[in-house]
């Protein structure tokens, strides 16, 4: 019997999500947050937002209450379409409204140093 393992998704910050990125590539399982630009209900497709940064992502495997200007925190795997646009297919969304982005993107920082440390075998 074949065992599936499923990605918790690499925290990233929108602008991280460039075609020079690690992150940016298919079926990458990711964890994006920002705030609700746009939702199309028919399409399921939402669009988020931080700073000039934007992912689309598509929503139709939720069931999710989605409120434009909310801030929304979703885990999925990056897809691109034929236009080379990214997607990403969310498979667990959560309104973090509350949440500030800006102290986020400072404990996310702080995370990916730390975690550099241990990989490199040095304690402060």
Known sequence: MASSTISSGALVTLQELNPSSPYFKQGASLRATGKLQDYNVEAGIATLVDGNATLKIDTQ???????VGSLYQFIGELFFEPSNEAVLKARVGRNVDGM??????QSLQL??????????????
């Open 61 to 67: 495997h939720l069931h999710l209450n989605l409120r």
């Open 111 to 124: 995370l990916r140093e730390f975690q550099a440390e241990q990989i490199n075998g040095r304690t402060p």
């Open 100 to 105: 500030g982005l800006k102290l986020y993107h």
